[in-house]
Structures are given as C-alpha cells and as structure tokens.
C-alpha cells in the first residue's frame, strides 16, 4: 500500500463525488466545502429507524410523505419478532407503509441494503439517503448513498431534500487481482487499519482495474465499509458489470448512465494504492474493526461461535466462499456456526445451486434473513467471556451481546476455515485438501 | 428553550467512542429514558449515575463513530449532558447532535481537559473556560442557524415553535 498526493491543477477535473452532488443540487459544479441543498432521489428506512421514530413527529406536525414512490422501507433489524415490543415494533412499520402508501415496502425479506439492489432500485446518478449508518453500501452502483440519523430521515421524507457539505474525497486506488480466499473485506480491513475510522465529511473512491474485476457482490463490501472509515460514501464508478446487474434485478440503466465516472484530473485529498497481488488474509481483534492485522497475528486463538451474516457479509458469493471451505468437512465439535443471508432471495438462490446443503452438512445453523446479531438484536448474541468470529461489519464492544463478549471480524473464508477447526484459522492453508478433494 | 452557556464538570474518555457504547444495540427496545441509564456503561459504569444536568462530555477522536442510531445523542442529552467536546466528531452522530438540542463542539485541544474538571462553555462565541487549570481554549462556533435550533432543544421543536404549535 503506498500513498501518493497529487498536484492541484488550476481548472481540475472533479471526483465522483462532485459530479453526483451537483446533479442532486442542480448546479453545474461544486466545490468541496460548499454547503448545498439536495434533491434526494431515492429515501429507505427500516424498522429500527423509520416509522417508529418518526410517527410521533409526523402526526404531530400534521406532516405527510413528500413522495411515497420514492420511499422505500425494509423491516430487517427486529425480524422476526421475539418477543411483545419487537411484533409491535414490526406492526406499527406494516400499518405505517399501509397508511401512507410507502412505494416500496419488504417485510423481513432480507436486510435493508441488500434489498435495494436486489429489486431493482438503484441507479447510477441517483441520490439516496438512508435511515442507516451502512447506506453508502449503495454507492457500489455509482449512486451517492449517505447515511442519517432518524430525525434528519424525518426532514427527508417530508420535503424531499436535505443538505450535506461537498466532501472532499480520498481514492483508493485498486490494481492486481486478487488471490485464492482472499477477499474484498480483506481490503476493507487493511483500509480500516491504514486509514483509520476518523473520515468523517469525507468521499471515498474506489477505483482501477482491480475493482474493475470483481463482481458486484465483492464491490458492495468495499462500499459498505466506506461507514468504517467514517466516510460519508464509497462511490464505485458505474460499468458494464454494474449495468448488468441493474438490469438483470429488473431495474432500469442505459449507456448514458456510464459518463458517471471520475475526471482523469479530478483533485483528491488523496490517494492510496493497493496491490490486490499482496494482500493476505486480514483480521480485526475486538473492538474496533481498525485493530485488524494479517491473519498470522491471531492464529490459533479459541473461539465459540461463526458467525455469517450482516448486509456486508452474507450475500451470495460470501456464501460460495464459506462452502468452498466447508465442503465435505464438518465443523468443529464445541463450535456453533450460525448462517443468516442476507435476504430471502439470497437464501433461495442458495437453496437452488447446492451451497445451503454444504454448509448444512457441515453442521451450520440456518437462521432468519435481517440484522439478527450483527444489530445485537436477534439470534446469535453472545454471553460475557464468549468470543466469535463474524463476517460482519463492526466488532465494537457489547455489539453483538454482552459488553465482555469478544468479536474477531474477517472474511466469510476465513470464518469458514475457523469454523472448522474452532481456532482462527488462514483459509489459504485449506487449499490443499480442496484441491486433493477436487 | 434551552440555555446553551453553561457551567459543569468534565466526564472524560477516550478517542472512538461508538454508539454501541452510547446505546448499547441488544438494549434498543427499551424506553429512551430506560435506555440512557446505560450510556457508556461498558467502560464508565457509574457515568449515567454521576453525571449531573450541565455537565459535559469531552472526548478523544471521532466521538459517536458506528450507527445511525440517534439513543446515542439522545442518551446523553436526557442525562442532562450541556454539551459534548471534542477534536473530531463522526459524521452522522454529529448532525443528529446538534438535530436534538446537543451541542457539539469540535475542539482541537479537548485533550488539555482532565476528568472533573470544571468548565464554563460557550457554544456561540466558541470559548472553553477550564475554570480549574485556569485556562481558555477555542472550539469552532455553531453557527446561529444551527444555533436557534440547538436552542429550540432540537430540529422538531424549532420546527414546531416556527409554526406555532
Ligand atoms: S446487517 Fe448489521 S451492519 Fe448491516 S444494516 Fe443490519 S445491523 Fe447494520
């Protein structure tokens, strides 16, 4: 990883990130710094966030949805209900969609940011303000995707707009490709760790051949973990592969939506170089997912639960990963592996094309769609003194369960490869036996 | 109408104070005054007891890092919290701050302030008075059309008191 800061030009190009927030604030150009009202595109809450907290507002303020259409809201952290307040929570975000004829609505198919791209939603160009600190997850399709909080959301979906500061913007700059279990969280946690989680009003870029080269999948990860940094996006540059996608979910992207790239001359605050050739296996220590270090700084450490989930860590290739490690082994006997995909769909994709029953035989614990205990809110908490390996995106302390609980983050294969042997394990030393098995 | 200068004790911690330490996520269910019993518990167990109203938080590096979830600000200000202090703040945390009534100040030297120390702060002129050590620091200004809201108590208050209702 090296680093490298360019010249200021005197007529520069812009960053992605400038382009997007002109269009949203319908100037030519602007400036990072500039304080601009935007136009937002798109508004997605879930049930955690949304309607709960802004009900009481609404209706005290006789205020209504500016555009329902434009509104989409997930119910994915209190799925499925577990007790009284988490089924009345859930009822209240049903009758709230009913009521004010919220235009996309999914009741505990899938987590939040795995939804929008899943039906269809996202489009390059696009502003979305999402009630959740992981909405830059959506820049992977070149849309400007920030997180707010409830209030701000309530702002929102009243008058369609909000404002935000111009940030400046840091590229991250990708070439190589990458190695056998090795991964795109694996990046993130390098990034995590180099760059530190203190980027707040800042843009992060991704771009060059080696982001190029990965799937849409991959690239989500890289966007989604824009929040660790403290970025208020992680913008990918749209291309054929984003396209593809877009439209093979029955969304809809032209050609046109490709001039949504960076300027050859765009300024950056800076740059940073990553060879995906070099990288290796990465894990971040409790409680900050910047603690991370190669995997070889924790081999061997004891561990409780694996955990596969989140939006960040449980779409489909991330479950191609685990069953490429778990394939005809079975995991270790005190370990408990538990499953949750990101979304119904994802599931049932899994279902159809065998991996599901890899890692069923292999002794994982299926569990619903949604935020589960990545959110710390539904199954797979943690007691004091247990310690889980998670694909997850934050091992920040009491997250997942109790404040003495300890989370170990990293790639789904080497949660998979620790899974199996119940200590934290490199997955690249799984190659062998696969390739004896294959 | 919330009186922004004021005068209290310094409750001190480090750099990256997330929101799960703020408002823990398995506690999320409970009722926002429930909740704010526990801020900060995981490493200052007696904070939410001995923190009185007026008394401020001052902190290390991107204080409120981690989830949307407004509990975390909203903890704080239901313990009375005057305002929070700090070199840098996360992005989200920081508009939900100043969207509910909280003031937060970044302040490069937040790290001159010991824990108990008595501080008078001035959010509009953005003056820190360390009445203890006896010294001034700076901290950037709110600006006043921030400010009227943080006054207000927050953004749907002020929104309310402009419409009059
Ligand atoms: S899975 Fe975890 S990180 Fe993703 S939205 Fe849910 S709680 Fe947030």
Redesign the pocket.
């Known amino acids: 990883m090296s680093e490298t800061s360019r010249p200021q030009l005197v007529s520069s190009g812009q960053t992605l990130a400038q382009k997007l927030l002109a269009r949203a604030s319908g100037k030519p150009r602007v400036e990072p710094g500039e304080i601009i009202l935007v136009q937002v595109d798109l508004a997605m809450a ?1 049930d955690s966030s949304g309607p709960r907290r802004w009900k009481p507002h609404l209706d005290s303020l006789g205020a209504t949805l500016w555009d329902p259409s434009r509104i989409v809201i997930v119910s ?2 209190y799925v499925p209900a577990v007790d009284g307040e988490s089924a009345a929570i859930l009822k209240l975000t049903r009758d709230f969609a009913k009521e004010h004829r919220v235009g996309h609505f999914f009741d505990m198919e899938g ?3 795995a939804i929008l791209p899943q039906k269809g939603l996202l489009r390059p160009g696009i502003f979305v303000a999402g009630g ?3 909405t830059p997850h959506a820049g992977a399709f070149g849309c400007y995707a920030a997180g707010f909080g409830a209030t701000d959301m309530l702002g929102i979906v009243v008058t369609g707009q909000t404002w935000t500061i111009v940030p400046e913007t840091i590229r991250i700059e990708i070439t190589g490709s990458l190695g056998p279990m090795v991964s795109a969280k694996d990046v993130m946690l390098v990034l995590c760790r180099e760059l530190g989680m203190d980027n707040a009003f800042k843009a992060i870029e991704y771009g060059g051949p080696g982001v190029e080269s990965m799937s849409m999948d991959e690239r989500m990860v890289l966007s ?1 973990m824009a929040a660790e940094l403290g970025g208020e996006v992680g913008l990918i540059a749209a291309d054929e592969v984003t396209l593809g996608h877009i439209r093979a979910h029955g969304g809809s992207a032209t050609e046109a939506d490709l001039a949504w790239k960076p300027d050859p001359n765009a300024t950056y605050e800076r740059i940073i170089s990553i060879n995906l050739s070099d990288l290796e296996p990465q894990i971040a220590l409790p409680h900050s997912p910047a603690n991370s270090f190669p995997i070889n700084h924790a081999l061997g450490s004891p561990i409780h639960q694996a955990y596969i ?4 860590g449980a779409k489909l290739q991330d479950l191609h990963m685990a069953a490429q490690i778990l394939k005809g082994q079975r995991i270790a006997k005190d370990v408990r592996l538990l499953v949750a995909p ?1 979304s119904s769909q994802v599931t049932a994709d899994a279902a159809a094309d065998g991996t599901l029953s890899t890692l069923l035989a292999a002794g994982a614990t299926l569990l619903p769609s ?3 205990a ?2 710390g809110m539904g199954a797979g908490l943690l007691a004091a003194g247990e310690v889980c390996i998670s694909t ?3 091992n920040f302390k009491g997250r997942m369960g109790h404040a003495e609980a300890f989370v170990y983050l990293a790639s789904p294969y080497t949660v998979a490869a620790s899974a199996l042997t119940g200590c934290v394990s490199d997955p690249t030393k799984f190659l062998p036996e696969l390739a004896v098995a294959q | 109408m919330t009186e922004t200068r004021g005068t209290g004790r310094a409750f001190v911690f480090g750099n990256n104070i997330d929101t799960d330490l703020l408002a823990p996520g398995h506690l999320m269910k409970l009722s926002a005054e429930d909740l704010a019993q526990h801020c900060l518990e995981a490493i200052a167990p007696d904070f939410a007891k001995s923190v009185q109203p007026g008394d401020f938080v001052v902190a290390g590096k991107n204080f409120g890092l981690g ?1 949307s979830r407004e509990q975390a600000a909203i903890s704080l200000r239901l313990l009375g919290v005057g305002a929070v202090i700090a070199p840098s703040f996360a992005r989200i945390f920081y508009r939900n701050a100043l969207n509910l009534g909280l003031p937060a100040l970044f302040c490069e030297e937040a790290y001159r302030i010991a824990d108990g120390d008595q501080l008078m702060v001035d959010p509009v002129l953005g003056k820190i008075t360390n009445k203890t050590r006896s010294e001034t620091l700076s901290c950037k200004p709110i600006p006043d059309h921030l400010m009227a809201m943080v006054r207000a108590g927050g953004l749907i208050a002020h929104l309310k008191s402009r419409r009059g209702t």
């Not at chain 1, 989930?309 to 960040?312: D, L, R």
């Open positions: 879930h994915d952290h987590i939040c940011h959740d600190s992981h989604n989930g989140a939006c960040v990101a949604g935020c589960g990545c959110a997850t995106n934050r | 989830s």
